[in-house]
């Protein structure tokens, strides 16, 4: 695997992408492993790690709101020109992390990233690049929720211009667990919501090449080996994505 590499944790709202980051992390750690952290969300008050570069040094949420007179969201949209217009400062201070990996937690709302800096930042670092598509299990008790999940994996891949990878998290929550040979049977439900789910994931094969889609519970440690493995076949021509 070509180092250093940097893994950006994305996802929708409390999909899990901090607890991912910090377990993940840990667990490469334990391996022996060069870790750092990277936090890039102005809106946490507390994390399972110790980043080596946090924005919250430069501004937070909180402070935004005090200092300018703003509600959540308009500190976020303050918070996200902010990303943007440092992101060479803020690149500059993250390739100082002497690291075989650097993990990326990325802010809790997804757009902050995708669309106001988070492209030009990925871009401006040495190494080698992946971003991880992160969302709930919770998506999948419903024909459409697998492939919307798709088409945001698609979304960010297209957005940030690097190799992405599907992970379910929360996977503990399921009954039954996850069985990834029956993702595909959802999209066999009657209703007009699952034939529009089945027609837009057969349009989308066109688009996504074949990959696995890891199950993992960042909460609970588990499936970190199986995600590692994703990403080390990233790198390897002999790796079997499907």
């Not at 919250?56 to 703003?70: A, D, I, V």
Request: aromatic share 8%; proline share 5%; charged share 25%.
């Amino acid at each position: 695997m070509p180092y250093p590499l940097n893994l950006a944790v994305l996802g929708t709202a409390g999909s899990g992408k901090t607890t991912l980051t910090g377990a993940f992390g840990r667990w490469m750690e334990r391996r022996g492993m060069r870790v750092a952290f990277v936090n890039l969300d102005p809106g946490c008050e507390s994390l399972p790690f110790k980043p080596s570069f946090d924005v919250r040094r430069h501004f937070t949420l909180w402070g935004l709101m005090r200092k300018y007179g703003l509600g959540p969201n308009g500190a976020m949209v303050k918070a996200s020109a902010l990303l943007e217009r440092r992101v060479e400062t803020f690149a500059r201070e993250i390739r100082k992390a002497g690291a075989e990996v650097r993990v990326l937690d990325t802010p809790g709302q997804l757009e902050v990233f995708l669309f106001h800096g988070g492209r030009k930042l990925l871009s401006l670092l040495d190494g080698t690049t992946l971003s991880l598509f992160l969302f709930d299990s919770a998506l999948l008790k419903d024909p459409a929720g697998l492939t919307l999940a798709r088409l945001l994996n698609l979304s960010v891949q297209l957005r940030l211009g690097v190799p992405t990878l599907c992970v379910v998290n929360k996977v503990d929550l399921l009954e039954g667990g996850l069985d990834l040979e029956d993702l595909p049977r959802l999209e066999g439900v009657p209703g007009v919501e699952a034939e529009v789910a089945g027609r837009l994931s057969s349009l989308l094969r066109e688009f996504l090449p074949p990959s696995r889609v890891v199950g993992v519970s960042a909460k609970k440690g588990e499936g970190m080996e199986r995600l590692y493995d994703l990403v080390h076949e990233t790198f390897c021509a002999c790796g079997d994505l499907t």
